[in-house]
């Protein structure tokens, strides 16, 4: 329980969030290099589901889903515990289930004053479906 709460700004992980942010809007909006503007801190956040260091060019691979009111965040992992290159163990930071290579967990997201990103992790599908639910959502 005490991995709960990550708060990054600006960093890599969110990085790619933004990434595959632009890259799902399908709309005809101009698309700005976002990327950069932020500032960067040039510490590495280890991945959430394996632990893993990730370095430049390493990005964890997430999914954005914005629902009323609220950012929903499907956070799949790094290339080293996600898609064809994983062969690292990954784990939910919740309930420590062994997660799939395909598997994610849920977060939700805002933004905090400051301009830094919060992400509350929710757990993966079996602590928040199955049947340890700990938790209401
Ligand atoms: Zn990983
Ligand atoms: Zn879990």
Avoid at 62 to 88: A, L, Q, R
């Amino acid at each position: 329980m005490s991995i709960t709460e990550w708060v990054f700004s600006g960093g890599i992980f969110f990085a790619g969030i933004v990434l595959l942010y632009l890259v799902l809007k399908t709309d005809n909006d101009p698309v700005h290099p976002v990327v950069e503007s932020a500032p960067e801190k040039k510490e590495k956040m280890p991945c959430i589901l394996c632990g893993s260091r990730l370095y430049r060019g390493e990005n964890v691979s997430s999914k954005i889903i914005k629902t009323d009111g609220d950012t929903i965040v499907h956070v799949y992992g790094c290339p080293n515990c996600y898609g064809p290159t994983g062969n690292v163990l990954k784990k939910c930071p919740i309930c420590d289930t062994i997660l799939k290579n395909e598997a994610f967990i849920t977060g939700r997201m805002w933004d905090r004053a400051g301009g830094k990103k919060h992400l509350h992790i929710l757990g993966c599908e079996t602590c928040r479906h199955g049947r340890n639910k700990k938790r209401p959502l």
